[in-house]
Every structure is written in C-alpha cells, then in structure tokens.
C-alpha cells in the first residue's frame, strides 16, 4: 500500500470508520510490533507497546495531526513509548538497587566478608566516577543493568555506534584504573 492509501485509511478513521481502522491495525500492527521489540528487547513488552500506540491512534484521532507520513507518525510512536518504558524500567531498578544498599549485606556473612564486599563495591564505584559522565551511564546500563546496545541507543537518542565506542573507551579506562591501582598495591606492599 502507498502513503496515497494510508492517507486515505487515516481520512476514514479520522470520520470514525472503525474497518478502516481494522485494516490498518493489520497493516502495522506486525511491523510495530517488531520496531517496539528491537528497542526494548523483550516480546511480550513489544506487543503491548504496539497495541497502546494503535488504541491511542484511534482514541485521539479527532485531535492528531499528522506532519508527516501515517507510517512515520507510527514508528516515532513506538520508538517514543518504547524509550518511556526502558526509562520507568531504569527507575525501578535504581529504587530497588537504593533499597538492597539500603538494607545491607546477608547477615550470615562474617564481618570480613562485609567490609571486603564493602571495600570492593567502594572502589568499583571510585572507578566509575573517574568516566565522563555519558561512558559511565552507558556502561552502568549495559554491565549494571543488561541493557543492549540498541536500548542503550534509543534511551539516550545516540547512535549505536556512540554507544559501542563509549563502551569501548570506558572499559579501556576502567583497565587502566584497575591496572594502575593494582601497580601502587604491589609497590606500597614491598
């Protein structure tokens, strides 16, 4: 179908044609479906993210006016929602990473076993502060919180390709970080 049909399909639904809308839920839904995947990475977000951008197509369709393409007007939709969904996601995991620090280590743990945890998680976080802000998000996302590199892209609005060299360049200074922590170890140890 041509941009001409769906400019026709958007016309019917627009006046309330509810089989215009049928056939253009069939039409996409498919398609949507798979962007919203690409971007979130899990299936059964995917479906949901395509179902609500289609019923908020229909419910405000009185009030939505399309610059560009009913196809174009879709993808923006799902990459939007799909990022919105990755943002609330990256919330809840950083409330429940707060609230696990919060409540401490397993209290079968013997006090050395704590304070080396402690002294451990200490340094890790050292090191990630010594990053540019943007390679430490990046690399937070993807090592902390499994994100894959095109969610790391579409949340942030870079390339995947930034997102590949920011990784790049963190990990090589987190080496460095460790490697020169580890000489002045040895040193102060002679």
């Not at 019923?55 to 939505?64: A, D, N, P, S």
């Not at 409330?95 to 076993?113: C, K, M, V, Y």
Request: glycine residues 2%.
């Amino acid at each position: 179908m041509s941009s001409n049909t769906d400019e026709l399909i958007w016309e019917a639904i627009r006046q309330d044609h509810h089989r215009s809308f049928e056939i253009l839920f069939v039409k996409y839904y498919p398609e949507l479906r798979n962007l919203a995947y690409y971007y979130c990475g899990r299936y059964e977000d995917s479906e949901e993210i395509a179902a609500d951008v289609l019923q908020k197509l229909w419910e405000k369709r009185k009030e939505i006016n399309l610059q560009a393409t009913l196809r174009g007007y879709l993808m923006a939709s799902i990459r939007n929602a799909a990022i919105n969904l990755l943002r609330q996601k990256i919330q809840v995991i950083e409330e429940l990473t707060e609230n696990i620090s919060a409540t401490g280590h397993d209290e079968n743990e013997r006090p050395e076993q704590r304070l080396l945890l402690k002294d451990i998680e200490k340094e890790i976080l050292h090191a990630l502060d010594t990053l540019p802000d943007r390679q430490k998000d990046i690399f937070r996302l993807q090592r902390l919180h499994n994100y894959s590199i095109p969610q790391i892209a579409a949340l942030m609005s870079i390339t995947e390709g930034t997102v590949q060299t920011q990784l790049y360049k963190a990990v090589k200074k987190l080496k460095s970080y460790f490697y020169q922590r580890s000489k002045t170890r040895q040193t102060l140890s002679l």
